[in-house]
């Protein structure tokens, strides 16, 4: 009934021009902001990247030609499966746990995922290097001391342990997409095969498995992007083994003399291959056509897990102590002692680190300032700008909207350091010389974090239905009034949350960051950066510590505004 | 040359500092007007923090911006500055001699003589008068003296290539470090790349910032050091951590790392006045006892518990060499060591 008469009202309303009359320099406005941010940019990167004096393909040969890029390139390739694989080993397992199981302490387990969800990866990859450097680390230092073992337990300075490390922060994109889907497959399809004689893995593989499949696959390919565009972890833990992934190779060609072509030639791939993977995952879940998810009636008994019910939680546990507990854990033994590698005795114990990063280290308070000024900025500007579009979009307001859902879904094929590069080109020459001040990492985690705010206020507008709306209409009023008396108010929560996300990517940002800062510009990732140059532990574990404050200060605050979970995963 | 107007000069420093003479020095009350300087230097974070607070505590009214990154990575912030025509850094302190060579020659650097530097010895000084070196050090082998007895220790360059220190070494990066940079065209001089090829097969962790090595080996995630700046050894050493220092008899690569005055220094005056205060005497006996540095100046002394750097062989870089070699060592480097 609902949607009929939606669709009617739509279909029966030759003359909604009149009244969008006023509104559209609204929308032309945000079109154009939208292309601004994004045609641009990649404009000059494509030019660039097939520039120099003349048009040549020459860029592209010399990264064909150079073994280092080529290495750099299978490096990410390798890197990325196996997160992609071990995200999906570990992050589908917690959510059919959590979703189709009596395991206790689910409500702990989805807040320590959602704890992981949130943690900048580059902190975790920190902490892991005094956690699991192969001599130092504390817990090759106690498997030595327990066993009396020669050689390190783990080390996290290698491929696997760079895998390792990025799959404990990205596991949660499957655990998401699998959670959700299995909330909702009823029960009865899975008890019919069982009554119908299979066995338990027959079902799972006859039955649940091919329900879950397109989230899985889904899933693998969001951690599998994630894993392609960070910058941080490969940083802290591959260049120390010796080895490039593309983002910390593009990040070099920036070093002096720049090569900034080579730079623009050698995102190519990371965007092309950013472009496919989400086109295939777009088609994924377009097939998603199962009468049985989704549907309402039905019930969702929990499995029950018998004696292996503590088991199962102990695991859940084990994987979230590798990515919360032990990481935050040392970070907080490094802020507080004066050699992270001694044991915390009193002589050890300081708050030094505290007093120098704040009061001694003259970057860090304007580090602090510049990033919570982008972050309420950015939020700000970028939640009203995800409220209009999806409004426009969702309510098809203006010719081709389907267009701008594109574009404002479109920056999440773009990785931060490509995005980097794009818009230090752009924005270092004239007409717009941005480089240098805060608006070009304005601008950066403008485009970068709307994907994210898009989907969130999306979600929100849907859930509005439009006869509200419409009865305005019939009452008389304006289409911004109604949008201000009716639409604001319902979708507010909503909009707090997308205001939230981006607020919470802006002050982790550190892939884009890393290449437009300036000494003057700098934000609190760049800082933690420096300082993991220099070694400061100590400072970096401070700033580590404030920086995670400040996200779940944030967390507590979209719980609030939406009522329920971040991640979206029903009880 | 013009012995008595320096001297006036120094001896005025002195008073400035000493606080005597606040109210009437012009040049502070210029420097006041422009408000801060802006620093962009490549002394370790805590040692560049101090010498800040000792000139805002000397100047009140002119504050310190420091920028502090590898020397490596400050060229390439100024140059692309200056490309987006940003002029943010008033004063350029790192330790790659051939930068300065490379922004003399492009004309980004002001001459000024410091206060004071006469009395300097050569390698301390630009012949054309645009740069001088504001401290030194030497890049040496350093080990953990909890995982390596004394005996066991490397005591040369060419003692590193054994295969028994494999995978337990670390250096830093002369992509980023100008003492790494000039420390890897040193030994290249002494014994050709063929030493770095042969030493990367020691697959050595590599870490950025010659500051750096110095934390790995006291934490003990490797137990020896084949370069890094000398000074953060000592004071890690001072700190009481078990950490040895090795100052290898074929000789060790000194550094001299200069500091200039940019030629558009948007606080020239504060620039002035900071640049004098580096070179004084006090600032840089400071430089020799808390931060273990080496300095030009005849008169500081230097602890008991370090070689004089008479004592020492030294094997000094010819600046203009680095800067035109400098594409070509990080580019092996990177080529031998990976990353």
């Keep these: ?571 | 040359m013009m012995p008595t107007a320096v001297r006036v000069v120094a001896l005025l420093t002195v008073l400035v500092l000493a606080g005597a003479a606040h109210a009437q020095d012009p040049r502070l009350e210029a420097a006041k007007k422009e408000g801060k300087v802006v620093w962009y230097t490549s002394l370790a974070l805590p040692s560049a923090e101090k010498v800040a607070k000792l000139f805002e505590a000397a100047h009140p009214g002119v504050k310190v911006e420091v920028h502090r990154t590898g020397s490596e990575r400050i060229l390439s912030r100024v140059m692309q500055e200056l490309k987006a025509n940003i002029k943010n850094a008033d004063v350029v302190h790192t330790s790659d001699a051939g930068h300065f060579v490379l922004l003399k020659n492009q004309k980004l650097l002001t001459k000024y003589t410091p206060a004071g530097v006469d009395a300097f010895p050569a390698g301390f000084k630009d012949k054309d008068g645009f740069y001088y070196g504001l401290r030194a050090t030497v890049s040496v082998i350093a080990y953990n003296t909890k995982a390596v007895p004394a005996a066991e220790a490397p005591r040369s360059w060419k003692d590193l290539l054994d295969p028994k220190w494999k995978a337990r070494m670390v250096t830093a990066h002369p992509g980023y470090s100008g003492i790494i940079a000039t420390h890897v065209l040193a030994l290249v001089n002494q014994y050709g790349w063929d030493y770095f090829k042969q030493l990367a097969q020691n697959r050595l962790m590599l870490v950025q910032s010659a500051v750096d090595p110095a934390g790995v080996v006291a934490s003990g995630e490797r137990v020896v050091a084949v370069d890094g700046g000398e000074y953060t050894f000592y004071q890690t050493r001072k700190k009481g951590n078990p950490l040895e220092i090795v100052y290898p008899k074929e000789g060790v690569p000194l550094i001299v790392s200069p500091t200039a005055i940019t030629s558009f220094a948007p606080h020239p005056n504060a620039a002035r006045l900071f640049t004098d205060f580096g070179f004084s005497r006090e600032v840089q006996q400071v430089l020799a006892d808390s931060e273990g540095l080496y300095t030009g100046h005849p008169e500081v002394t230097y602890p008991a518990d370090k070689p004089k750097l008479s004592d020492l062989k030294l094997l000094s870089v010819d600046p203009e060499e680095l800067e035109k070699r400098n594409e070509e060592i990080k580019k092996r480097f990177v080529e031998f060591f990976g990353a």
């Design chain 1, 1 to 571: 009934m609902t949607v009929l008469a939606g669709d009617v009202a739509r279909v029966a309303a030759p003359g909604r021009w009149a009244g969008v009359d006023r509104a559209l320099p609204v929308w032309a406005a945000v079109v154009l902001a939208l292309l601004f941010l994004m045609a641009l940019p990649l404009g000059w990167l494509v030019w660039m990247s097939v520039g120099g004096a003349g048009v040549t393909l020459g860029h592209y040969l010399a990264v064909l030609d150079s073994p280092a890029l080529m290495q750099a390139l299978w490096n990410t390739v390798v890197l990325a499966l196996w997160v992609g694989v071990a995200s999906i080993a570990i992050g589908a397992p917690l959510a059919w746990l959590t979703a189709r199981t009596d395991v206790p302490g689910k409500g702990l387990i989805r807040s320590l995922v959602l704890a992981s969800f949130v943690t900048p990866p580059f902190l975790g990859a920190f902490a892991w290097v005094m956690l699991a450097g192969p001599n130092a680390g504390l817990l090759n230092v106690a498997w030595r001391d327990l066993t009396g073992a020669d050689g390190p337990l783990v080390d996290i300075f290698t491929m696997p342990g760079l895998v390792f490390v990025m799959t404990i922060y990205t596991f949660p994109y499957v655990y998401i997409m699998v959670a959700n889907t299995l909330a909702l497959i009823a029960s009865d399809l899975e008890e019919a095969a069982a009554i119908l004689g299979a066995g338990r893995v027959s079902t799972a593989r006859t039955v649940t498995l091919p329900m879950v499949a397109p989230a899985l696959a889904s899933g693998f390919i969001l951690a599998v992007l994630q894993a392609i565009a960070l910058f941080g972890s490969p940083a802290i833990l591959a260049l120390p083994a010796g080895f490039h992934t593309i983002t910390t190779q593009i990040w070099s060609l920036f070093q002096y003399p720049p090569k900034v072509e080579l730079a623009a030639a050698f995102s190519m791939p990371l965007l092309l291959a950013t472009a496919l993977l989400l086109l295939v995952q777009k088609r994924l879940l377009g097939r998603r056509g199962y009468a049985a998810v989704g549907g309402k009636g039905g019930q969702r008994r929990p499995i029950p897990l018998g004696v292996w019910r503590y088991p199962a939680l102990l695991g859940c546990l084990g994987v979230m102590a590798c990515a919360i507990f032990l990481p935050y854990g040392i970070l907080t033994k490094a802020a507080l002692s004066r050699a992270w590698a001694q044991p915390l005795t009193w002589s050890n114990l300081t708050l030094d680190n505290f007093t120098f990063t704040f009061f001694e280290y003259s970057a860090t308070q304007a580090a602090i300032v510049n990033t919570l000024q982008l972050g309420v900025a950015t939020a700000t500007v970028g939640a009203v700008l995800v409220a209009l579009l999806s409004y426009v979009t969702n309510r098809r307001l203006v010719i081709g909207h389907q267009l701008v859902a594109f574009l404002a879904l479109a920056p999440i094929v773009i990785p931060g350091v490509v995005l980097a590069v794009a818009l230090f080109i752009a924005y270092t020459r004239p007409p717009f010389v941005l480089y240098g001040t805060l608006a070009i990492l304005f601008v950066a985690y403008l485009t970068k974090e709307m994907p994210v705010g898009y989907a969130q206020s999306e979600a929100t507008f849907r859930a509005i239905p439009p006869e509200l709306e419409e009865a305005g209409r019939i009452l008389g009023a304006g289409r911004l009034r109604i949008l201000r008396d009716v639409t604001a108010p319902l979708a507010r929560s909503g909009i707090i949350a997308a205001w939230c996300f981006i607020f919470i990517g802006v002050i982790r940002e550190l892939s884009a960051s890393i290449i437009l800062f300036t000494p003057a510009t700098k934000v609190m990732s760049v800082v933690i950066f420096d300082l993991k140059e220099e070694g400061q532990f100590g400072a970096i574990a401070v700033l580590g510590i404030a920086m995670l404050a400040l996200t779940f200060a944030t967390v507590v605050l979209v719980q609030r505004a939406l009522g329920r979970d971040v991640l979206g995963v029903r009880e």
